[in-house]
């Protein structure tokens, strides 16, 4: 049974992809999409391209939609994922590690992450931020004063 998605590839995409495969200068996932996408232009069906490649049946119907929308540059070249931005700016950390290293507030014997996330939102430096984010930021300074790898190692 064909897929219900035709392919039809221009002589010169056919070309472009026989060129791209033969060059031998790209990823395994990119070289599996080009000869997929030369299979279904082929007439092969889903079965006889998962069988031959070793893929699953939606990879061969991703390959198909990704050339009707987008072409064959969609096809070879995958799109950049977007960066996330950072949850605080470096002033912030900056702000967020001072606090870290002052003095708890009352009922408490340590700051916490909740309470520095709390904190974070009562200065307004965000609406919200998990713990998770404050752990993460504080993991990367070296703000451990037990640590001898600060060099204040107490004897």
């Known amino acids: 049974m064909k897929h219900p998605i035709p392919v039809a590839l221009s002589e010169s995409d056919r070309a472009s ?91 408490h014997d340590h700051w916490t992450l909740r309470l520095l996330a709390g904190k974070v939102v009562e200065l307004d430096f965000v609406e919200s931020i998990s713990p998770e984010t404050i752990r993460q930021l504080l993991k990367k300074t070296n703000s451990n004063p037990g640590n001898t790898s600060t060099g204040a190692f107490q004897r």
């Open 17 to 107: 992809l026989q060129t791209f495969i033969h060059a031998g200068k790209a990823n395994a996932r990119t070289f599996t999409r080009a000869r997929v996408l030369l299979k279904a232009a082929e007439g092969w069906t889903d079965q006889q391209i998962c069988d031959a490649f070793d893929i699953s049946r939606n990879t061969s119907i991703r390959v198909r939609q990704l050339y009707l929308q987008g072409g064959l540059e969609a096809v070879l070249h995958d799109k950049r994922q977007q960066r996330h931005r950072q949850a605080l700016t470096g002033g912030q950390a900056a702000h967020l590690i001072a606090i870290a290293c002052s003095p708890v507030p009352d009922g």
